[in-house]
């Protein structure tokens, strides 16, 4: 039985071992075997971010911990206690900048990841993953050239849509090769 091929589709063949047998890395990443593996992880289109319902959920918590500050300042003005009363209220107050404060970067941490999302999309449909030599390419030669480990190709995804800060610890010490171009009309050694 001859397998039909979508019109205009090309045959991607590694440029490191030669094999055909690569699979884009959308298909890699939705591989529940990959998954296992931790490959999704390591070739992850975008960091993850709280939900919205996580962002509601901390600053319940939040609230309710500052409650306990106030419930202890209230019972320190009853019976008279002012350790009660200051350290509740100082409790309650700083509860509440600090739930502020982490509520407020979980949304600039979405807001950086919707927008650098295109240019990230672009960069991971575009890839190939071979399972041969456990190398990310692109089988045209753009946006990059040559062959890119699964930890070049997140840091160099997660560059170039401007999510840098959001990279691990374990993958600073990981180099792009220089000379990539990011694109066309992209910068040299961008990322």
Do not use: N
Request: glycine content about 14%; some cysteine; hydrophobic content about 40%.
């Amino acid at each position: 039985m001859a397998t039909e091929r979508a019109p205009g589709a090309v045959e991607a063949i590694c440029p490191g071992c030669a094999s055909a047998g690569v699979r884009t890395v959308p298909e890699i990443c939705a591989d529940h075997a990959a998954m296992r593996e931790g490959l999704a992880d390591r070739l992850a289109r975008t960091p993850g971010v709280p939900s919205r319902f996580d962002r509601f959920l901390h600053f319940a918590e939040g609230l309710l911990m500052a409650g306990v500050g106030v419930v202890l300042a209230y019972d320190g003005i009853g019976s008279g206690k002012p350790l009660f009363t200051i350290g509740g209220s100082l409790l309650a107050v700083l509860l509440f900048a600090g739930t502020i404060v982490v509520v407020r970067g979980e949304g600039r941490e979405r807001a950086v990841v919707a927008a650098g999302e295109p240019r990230a999309d672009a960069l991971w449909r575009s890839a190939y993953y071979c399972p041969g030599c456990a190398s990310v390419f692109c089988p045209d030669g753009s946006p990059w050239q040559g062959l890119l480990t699964p930890e070049q190709f997140k840091k160099f995804v997660w560059t170039e849509a401007g999510y840098g800060k959001q990279l691990e610890e374990r993958f600073t010490d990981v180099d792009v090769p220089r000379g990539i171009l990011t694109g066309p009309g992209g910068d040299r050694d961008h990322a």
